[in-house]
């Protein structure tokens, strides 16, 4: 397993922005798609965003326009450029890599590595 580390979350009023990172520890990484989720409280873990190794990507209706996912395999990092801020994107949101590039993307299930997660908090 590769240990993933995000960052970036915080306290934001609706409308803002914030970038969330996430750092992997080993090269495989570059190999692997990765995945953001988020899961707010009382609720179960939601697909966000999907990036493959093309830098392809894949999107939730519920936040697509508003966020971006990039990676640089130069630096072993994914990140998730968030914007046009709701109330509703309150979660943790965790950074996930799938080390077989499974086809169901949005399975948290399908993914063996996770970070420790990073608190995003929009206030209205």
């Known amino acids: 397993q590769v240990q993933l580390v995000e960052s970036g979350g915080g306290l934001v009023q609706a409308g803002g922005s914030l970038n969330l990172t996430c750092a992997a520890s080993?090269?495989?990484?570059?190999?692997?798609?990765v995945g953001w989720f988020r899961q707010a409280p009382g609720k179960e873990r939601e697909f966000v965003a999907r990036i493959k190794l093309t830098s392809d990507a894949d999107y939730a209706d519920s936040v697509k326009g508003r966020f971006t996912i990039s990676r640089s395999n130069a630096r072993n990092t994914v990140y998730l450029q968030m914007n046009s801020l709701k109330p509703e994107d309150t979660a943790i949101y965790y950074c996930?890599?799938?080390?077989?590039?499974?086809?169901?993307?949005?399975?948290?299930?399908?993914?063996?590595?996770w970070g420790q997660g990073t608190q995003v908090t929009v206030t209205s």
């Open positions: 996930a890599s799938d080390s077989y590039g499974r086809p169901s993307y949005w399975n948290p299930l399908n993914y063996d590595s």
């Open positions: 080993a090269p495989s990484f570059r190999m692997s798609p």
